[in-house]
């Protein structure tokens, strides 16, 4: 039986940029959706602007940024500030069955493209705006910059090392989250209109899914009005918990002793059986009580060591534990090579370059990375023959009147 | 009211956030999700908290409860014969089986693919596995903190001034949610793919490719530049830093020059700002250690609130370090209904995170607290005949 895409046959219009609305997008590409981010040369993507550039050459298809972001996908160069450009952004949008976008709340209905009007151009619709802050309540005509999202959602007060300022998280945590809530929102959404044949509209405010992956302390809160500490690496019940320096210039690694049994395996691989039993430490609730000598212990111990020998070590026995990746280390991971976890496709202006893939395997259908990600507007001409069902010479009069830049 | 997904029941065999935040996504849009937890201590989240009073109590956690709510939950001994025919009836009748529990238990209880495909040809069932089920480190272990060094995350979060302070992990189970998304998506594709197939399949997700997908633009500079992303690397715009305010912390956030030059405006134009030091954001980032101490001084005089509204006025896209006291009494959020309240049998009234997205015809509903250990054990093993 041929491998069929999961989403064959469905189309989609992207109107996003930056990361949360392509990486909500990008999940649609994987499961095998035409994907079509529609762009314009004269303000291109962010992400298209930032390094990394291919071998330090800027240049607006070479960021790695992008690429990683929006493989799979078509572009099409459209300057939606030009008159002419919103029948073609209209003839899109009927054709689709998906129209996303993640501009602040109300820029799509001034430019004529809000929910009232795609719906009457494709009764069936599914429209998903990924919003800063929703497009309702008092807020919502606030900005929002991916960074903020994670001090803003209460993620940065809880979040640090103890008696630290509040931290961020190294990425901006609330655009890929916001990004996979709106894939699961639009799957959701596209199983129902199977069932029922209706579309709809769906509003997905960033902060409110940055919330989402925070019960823990927001239940602290509500339940017993408690703010929980920054804790650094440290866990509510298990210890030791952290990250703990190894052998090498800045090399780290985790290790995490998840219970009594994994104590007693740890103690005995670091070659300290007599800890097992040892009432300081036997228990979770006495590691917690030590757990400040318990780490001098455990880095007496992996200081001495490569961090890639300290997790052959401890997983070989059955401790959690594992090296603080870096992008090096992730490229060059032997089990996430084996696995084919990377893509390496052919792009026109980087070569190939390694790309990560799709985090999940299908054991029947057709779901991969299709093809690198786009040149800025590479698919214009074929798009708006063939989907928007414009002749040769309306083509040529919207390139002349500048529409398609 | 109608639901997206009121048409699909499903089985979670899940210990811990992934399986149960995947399931608890579907549920929240109507599905039938019947939670089995093994007998005495449940899921391994009961036991987790937070609690009321600090006191733990399986029927109480915070964690257990948000992640549960919507589902029915039954009590199955996997170990035992009864207990696995009993699952075999319930995953006949079942779409979809998400699952966390390590597939070397999954095969001791003869819940391996291969022998419920050919049974269940409708069947789709999705397995979480930190690594994955293949490769060389298939059998690893790997809670959140491991995950999230594994998935090279870890190493971008730090300060650098503080070289000797370790790579930090974020708050939270976030490796147990990024897997749960990812598992929700590729379940709802095979669901999908199903409706022109006719026949389910296995869906395998890898908790460290999940992670590895979300490192925004670091991952690319070993490929494209042959450069190892670190912690330690100082930012190259600024200011994109944490202020301490009178009464709290602000976010400060200038990507574009016109911000700076706004935000310069609302500290009242100081001399120190015209600083050749800090007259473009590449400038400032390398100057960033006085422009800091400088910045500081000024919003230690300020509320957060007075500045971040003087900031949002002029699409300058400073945000609070919100504490949860803030977002419980955030006016937005209250017009919004964000939050959630839900009423338990044994634990009482919750507030939990709500509806993370609104859908215009099939809104996000709560129908239900979270299930005591077996309550509908035999509500469940009545409907299908047991």
């Known amino acids: 039986m041929s491998r069929r895409p999961p989403l064959a046959g469905i189309r989609v219009a992207d109107f996003t940029w930056v990361w949360a609305g392509p990486f909500c997008t990008l999940q649609l590409a994987h499961l095998g959706a035409e994907v079509i981010r529609v762009e314009t040369a004269t303000r291109p ?74 719906r009457r151009l494709r009764p069936d619709a599914i429209m998903i705006a990924l919003s800063g802050y ?40 609330g655009d890929p989250t916001g990004g996979l809530h709106g894939a699961v ?37 509500t339940m017993n ?40 395996r740890f103690a005995t691989t670091i070659g300290r059986p007599e800890l097992a039993s040892d009432p300081r430490y036997a228990t979770a609730a006495a ?34 534990a594992f090296t603080a990746a870096t992008n090096k280390d992730l490229a060059e991971d032997p089990h996430l090579n084996e696995r084919g976890y990377f893509v390496e496709l052919p792009h026109p202006e980087v070569g190939t370059r390694k790309h990560a893939g799709v985090p999940w395997r299908m054991s029947a259908s057709d779901c991969r990375v299709r093809a690198a990600a786009p040149l800025l507007g590479a698919d214009t001409d074929r798009v708006l023959s063939e989907v928007c069902g414009y002749g040769a010479a309306e083509i040529a009069r919207l390139r002349e009147a500048g529409a398609l830049v | 009211m109608p639901s997206a997904l009121g048409h699909l029941r499903i089985l979670e065999i899940g210990d ?41 109590d399986p029927e109480k956690s915070g964690l257990f409860l948000y992640l549960n709510a919507n589902k029915r939950g039954i009590v ?5 014969a009864r207990g696995q025919e009993t699952l075999d009836r319930l995953a006949a009748r079942a779409d979809l089986l998400v699952h966390d529990v390590h597939t070397t238990a999954m095969a001791a209880h003869g819940l391996e693919w291969e022998k419920l495909s050919a049974r269940h040809p409708r069947l789709v069932m999705t397995s979480i596995a930190p690594f994955g089920l293949t490769g060389p480190h298939a059998s690893y272990r790997g809670p959140d903190v491991v995950m999230w060094n594994a998935g090279g995350v870890a190493t971008l979060n730090g300060d650098p001034t503080h070289p000797e302070l370790p790579p930090l992990k974020a708050f939270g189970d976030q490796s147990g949610f990024q897997a749960g998304l990812n598992a929700a998506i590729g379940s709802l594709g095979a669901l999908f793919a199903r409706l022109a197939t006719g026949r389910g399949e296995h869906v395998e997700v890898s908790t460290q490719e999940a992670l590895a997908a ?20 100082a930012k190259p715009i600024q200011p994109l830093c944490f202020v301490e305010c009178r009464d709290g912390w602000i976010f400060l956030c200038c990507v574009e020059e016109h911000q700076w030059k706004h935000f310069v405006e609302i500290m009242g134009s100081p001399e120190w700002a015209q600083m050749e030091l800090f007259e473009n954001r590449l400038a400032r980032g390398a100057n960033f250690d006085a422009l800091h101490a400088f910045l500081q001084e000024w919003c230690r005089e300020q509320s957060v609130q007075e500045l971040y509204d003087a900031a949002q006025r002029r699409r300058v896209p400073f945000a609070p370090v919100s504490t949860m006291g803030d977002l419980l009494a955030s006016p937005h959020l209250k017009a919004r209904g964000f939050f959630a309240t839900l009423e338990h049998p044994v634990a009482g009234k919750l507030t939990v995170p709500g509806a993370p997205y609104r859908m215009s015809a099939t809104p996000w509903a709560l129908r239900r607290p979270a299930p005591c250990l077996g309550q509908h054990t035999d509500e469940v093993l009545a409907e299908v005949g047991r």
Not at chain 1, 211 to 220: F, G, K
């Open chain 1, 45 to 118: 993507c962010v992400t298209r602007l930032l390094p990394p550039f291919a071998d330090f050459e800027p240049g607006p298809n070479r960021s790695g940024y992008y690429n990683q972001y929006n493989q799979g996908k078509k572009s099409i160069a459209l300057d939606l500030k030009r008159p002419e450009a919103l029948d073609v952004a209209k003839r899109l949008c009927a054709a689709s069955d998906v129209v996303v976008e993640n501009f602040a709340a109300g820029v799509m209905d001034r430019m004529g493209l809000g929910w009232g009007v795609i």
């Open chain 1, 134 to 173: 929703g497009a309702t309540g008092p807020d919502s005509d606030k900005v929002s910059y991916g960074p903020a999202q994670v001090p803003l959602s209460g993620m940065s007060s809880v979040t640090g090392y103890r008696d630290f300022p509040p931290m961020h998280v190294g990425i901006s945590y």
């Open chain 1, 185 to 221: 929102a639009v799957l959701a959404a596209l199983l129902h209109r199977a069932q029922t044949g209706a579309g709809q509209y769906i509003d997905l405010s960033q902060w409110e899914t940055s919330m989402a992956v925070l019960p823990e302390a927001i239940t602290a809160w």
């Open chain 1, 225 to 264: 009005g408690e703010a929980l500490p920054r804790d650094g690496n440290r866990d509510p019940s298990m210890a030791p918990h952290g990250v703990f320096r190894a052998a090498g210039e800045d090399r780290w690694v985790a290790v995490a002793v998840e219970d009594d049994a994994a104590w007693e």
């Open chain 1, 287 to 320: 590691r917690k009580a030590r757990e400040d000598e318990l780490e001098e212990l455990v880095t007496a111990w992996t200081s001495t060591r490569s961090p890639e020998d300290v997790t052959a070590q401890l997983q070989a026995a059955g401790v959690a």
């Open chain 2, 16 to 56: 811990g956030v992934g399986a149960a935040y995947a399931t608890k996504l579907l549920a929240d849009l109507g599905a039938d999700v019947v939670k089995v937890e093994p007998p005495g201590r449940g899921d391994r989240t009961r036991h987790r908290g937070p609690f009321p009073g600090g006191v733990p």
């Open chain 2, 76 to 80: 199955l001994d996997l170990h035992a």
């Open chain 2, 214 to 233: 979300i490192l925004e633009l670091t991952f690319e500079f070993w490929p494209y530049c042959g450069l190892v992303a670190s912690r330690l690397g």
